[in-house]
Each structure stands twice: as structure tokens, then as C-alpha cells.
């Protein structure tokens, strides 16, 4: 099997600029030039579109009104066509990222019998704090794929603690550095979720009040940390790091450090969607999906084994911020059409963890 890779760079006073060809079995697949300039919004691989959030990135309080409608308006019009994008400017820099990556790693290195006291309880349909071991999930359940399990382990961090969770008592500063990014997560995502509400015509607060007891209770948003180790020298058939899915939240904030997340295009062609420097890849979510009324886009995403030898022997690391409604939110259609019935978002959460699950 030959395998090429070509890393073509662009230009001076640009950051991760490159083009990518690999040729697995045989057959072509071209990642397209991912170009990063400074402009407001900026064509990224032909698909996702990066975004300049400055305008109302966490800290600002001189607040211009013109350049907020304008950065709503730039939202919607990804999250209307690809359903993703890259926010650059968020408040949120690399190296508070960087913290929860290396925390989480000391979590991960420990003995499996030590990770297992903090195993995540799945006995009910709600997202729960802890630990997944190596293929303990299965994504492409969600797409309907026959896959083997995800070639991943991760940990959700979800306040307030339920019964029988607990904090990893190995790694003392897990808990204040996970925390930490979980509030600038979920303050990031507020701002994204007014300017949603502004760009779909609802009023904001009323809308923001749906979302009141993220980290506080009766609500399913979490912080979850993933990591994808090396490839083992024997895989299962057919099986990937993460299987083609969509989310089923409302937004998710997505925090990588390496390759490996391929995001569907209408004519079902994947383009990548790289790590890029001090930026958060955004998407819509199921649950917004249907709650907007198709107007907003929830895209199908993966992750696959690296396509080249040399990168199968590399660790892949994100925190994801999944957002959703509290679980008594009742969501009708938001233009006011009876596009879907009503529902609970508990319970619509617990029927896609479900077909996940059994």
C-alpha cells in the first residue's frame, strides 16, 4: 500500500497553511489548501469558514452593536450552509487548552484499574460524569453504521456530581483545571447561543433562559475530554477513531491538537477540519437543528485512522463543550411552524443515547 503526504506552504505572516494528498488503497483523496489571513471570514478548505469573534470574544464589555449584528450574521450564514466553522479571537487561548490536555493525560496514563473507580455510570439515559475506556462507545450507532467501537477513551465533565461520581483523587488538580475551562466554555458558548437567538429572530433572553441550569442541575451540557492513542498494529475491520455521526446537542465547542477530524459536505465528499492556531471549531447540533426548523445545519463529522504510517503512531487530543438545553426546556419549532412536535429536550437527548447505547 503506498501512501503519499505533500505540505505545501503558502505564505509569510500566515499560521497552518497547507495542502494534503493521500492515496489509501489505491484511490485519491485531496484535502484542500486551509488558508488562515486575518480577515473577518475567511474561506478555510472550501467548506468551513473561519470567523474573527472578536467583536464579542469573553472580556469585551465595549460592546459595538454593528460589528456584533455583523459577526451574528456571519454565523448564521455557516451554520446555515456547512453547519460549522472556526471562531478565532474567542477569549480562550491555547494554552488554557493546553492545560486540560495535560491534565487529562496524567488521568489517562494511570493503571486501568485505577481509571475504572471513575467509569462513567451508564444505567440511565442521561449524560453522565466519568470515565469510557478504549472502545466503550460506538458514534456511528447514531448514523446507523455497523462499526466496532471508537479506537478512544475519554472522561465527561459534568457538574454538580450525581451519586457515585466523583473527581479522579490521583491527579488533585483535575478538578480546578477541568472546571476552569468548563466555565470559559460555557461562557463562550452563551455568547454564541444570543447571537444564534438575534440571527433566528428570538428574543435572546427568552431563549438564554433555556439554558439556565447548564452546570447547575437538570441539564445535559458537559465538558469532555478525548484522546486518541497511537494506532494499534491490529485494528478490527472497519473500524475508525470516531464513527460518522452528528452531535445531538445544540452547538459544540470542539478544542483539537492534531489532525484527523473530516467534516461531510452535501455530495457526501469529507474535507478536513485541522487544529488551528488559537481557534475553537464550532458546529450546530441536532437539537438545533430540529428546534430551528432546518434552518440551522447539524453536519455529519469523524474521525478516522491516520491515513499515513508515520502519523498512525501519534496521539490525538480534544475537549469538546457540548451544549444543550436545560431538560424541562420544551422545544417548538422557534419560526413558529409545526414543522416537529414538541418535545422535552430530556427526553429527545435520552432517545438518541439510547441508539447509541443498545
Known amino acids: 500500500?503506498?501512501?503519499?503526504?505533500?505540505?505545501?506552504?503558502?505564505?509569510?505572516?500566515?499560521?497552518n497553511l497547507f495542502m494534503e494528498e493521500w492515496f489509501p488503497d489505491g484511490s485519491v483523496q485531496r484535502q484542500r489548501t486551509f488558508c488562515y489571513t486575518g480577515n473577518t471570514m475567511e474561506d478555510v478548505n472550501g467548506y468551513i469558514q473561519m470567523i474573527d469573534f472578536s467583536a464579542y470574544s469573553l472580556g469585551t464589555t465595549d460592546i459595538d452593536e454593528a460589528a456584533v449584528q455583523a459577526l451574528s450574521e456571519n454565523l448564521m450564514h455557516s451554520f446555515t450552509t456547512s453547519g460549522f466553522a472556526y471562531l478565532k479571537n474567542t477569549g480562550i487561548t491555547d494554552e488554557q487548552v493546553t492545560s486540560v490536555f495535560d491534565v487529562a493525560d496524567k488521568f489517562y496514563d494511570l493503571p486501568v484499574d485505577v481509571k475504572q473507580k471513575y467509569r462513567r455510570n451508564e444505567t440511565d439515559f442521561h449524560e453522565r460524569h466519568g470515565w469510557v475506556c478504549m472502545e466503550g462507545e460506538n458514534l456511528g450507532k447514531l448514523n446507523g453504521l455497523q462499526r466496532p467501537p471508537d479506537l478512544k477513551e475519554l472522561f465527561n465533565i459534568k457538574p454538580p456530581l450525581s451519586g457515585g461520581d466523583s473527581w479522579p483523587s490521583e491527579v488533585p488538580e483535575f478538578e480546578e483545571t477541568c472546571m476552569d475551562f468548563f466555565n470559559q466554555a460555557h461562557d463562550l458558548a452563551k455568547r454564541v447561543l444570543e447571537l444564534i437567538a438575534r440571527g433566528l429572530g428570538t428574543e435572546a433572553a427568552d431563549f438564554l433562559d433555556m439554558f439556565k441550569f447548564i452546570g447547575k442541575g437538570r441539564n445535559s451540557s458537559h465538558l469532555r475530554s478525548i484522546r486518541y492513542p497511537p494506532v494499534p498494529e491490529t485494528v478490527k475491520e472497519n473500524q475508525v477513531r470516531c464513527g460518522e455521526h452528528t452531535d445531538f446537542g445544540c452547538i459544540t465547542l470542539l478544542f483539537q491538537d492534531n489532525a484527523g477530524l473530516e467534516v461531510a459536505k452535501g455530495d457526501g465528499e469529507f474535507v478536513a477540519a485541522p487544529p488551528i492556531t488559537d481557534t475553537v471549531v464550532i458546529n450546530i447540533a441536532d437539537t438545533?437543528?430540529?428546534?430551528?426548523?432546518?434552518?440551522?445545519?447539524s453536519t455529519k463529522h469523524r474521525v478516522m485512522l491516520p491515513y499515513t504510517p508515520e502519523t498512525r503512531g501519534t496521539t490525538r487530543r480534544c475537549v469538546t463543550f457540548f451544549t444543550h438545553p436545560d431538560f424541562d426546556a420544551v422545544m417548538k419549532c422557534l419560526d413558529g411552524s409545526d414543522k416537529y412536535p414538541p418535545v422535552r429536550a430530556e427526553d429527545y437527548v435520552a432517545s438518541r443515547l439510547r441508539k447509541m447505547y443498545l
Not at 2 to 9: C, D, G, H, L, M
Open 1 to 15: 500500500m503506498v501512501f503519499y503526504r505533500v505540505w505545501i506552504p503558502v505564505g509569510r505572516g500566515r499560521s
Open 288 to 297: 438545533l437543528q430540529r428546534w430551528s426548523a432546518d434552518k440551522l445545519v
